[in-house]
């Protein structure tokens, strides 16, 4: 009897093996969306805007969602991921947004081409200090950023801002990419506004 418990415990170990590996949760990827906007061409004598860097924090370079917990508890989501990386999605949203704000202003992201480089009016940099939702799903974005004209090297604006946005559902994380996303078009707007005296 030993003899035959013996011989079938490798076959049982592995289906118990099997069984736990599929019994995983499914990982889900997530993005963001720029603001809805109908589509309108610029002029041809429209500004140009070079967007970025706007560096971010590595607890966030990573393809996981990010969550703050109590305590100084950073928690990283295996289960739940961008489809890109953060910062890429962030300098797509933002650009997109504020080209749709904005008629008469063409963004470019950084970075960007030579021959680009050199036809940029103002160029917008900054700093990403804090981009994540708490457990209650209050997403809070902290963002420092300057405007700086290319052309005379001259800071036209330096900023401080924090954003924030409420989740529905604090437990669903495409509730919190959500509010993350709303919390980025404040940002979106914000910009407009600083460009608008500059048209």
Not at 134 to 161: F, Y
């Amino acid at each position: 009897m030993d003899a035959v418990i013996r011989a079938a415990l490798p076959g049982i170990l592995g289906l118990l093996l099997l069984s736990a590996c599929s019994s995983s949760a499914p990982v889900r990827y997530y993005s963001m969306q720029p603001i809805d906007s109908d589509f309108h061409p610029d002029p041809d004598d429209s500004l140009m805007l070079g967007l970025g860097p706007l560096r971010m924090p590595e607890y966030l370079n990573r393809s996981q969602i990010v969550w703050r917990g109590d305590n100084a508890e950073i928690r990283v989501d295996d289960y739940n991921r961008w489809s890109e990386p953060l910062n890429d999605t962030v300098l797509r949203i933002v650009s997109r947004d504020v080209d749709n704000l904005l008629l008469g202003v063409v963004v470019v992201v950084f970075p960007y081409e030579t021959f680009v480089r050199d036809q940029v009016d103002y160029r917008l940099v900054g700093d990403i200090n804090r981009f994540e939702a708490d457990s209650g799903g209050r997403v809070r974005l902290d963002v420092q950023w300057s405007v700086v004209d290319a052309n005379s090297k001259t800071l036209v604006s330096v900023r401080r801002n924090s954003y924030q946005a409420q989740a529905t559902n604090a437990n669903d994380p495409g509730a919190v990419v959500m509010a993350m996303n709303d919390a980025l078009a404040q940002f979106s707007r914000d910009i407009a506004e600083k460009l608008k005296p500059l048209l």
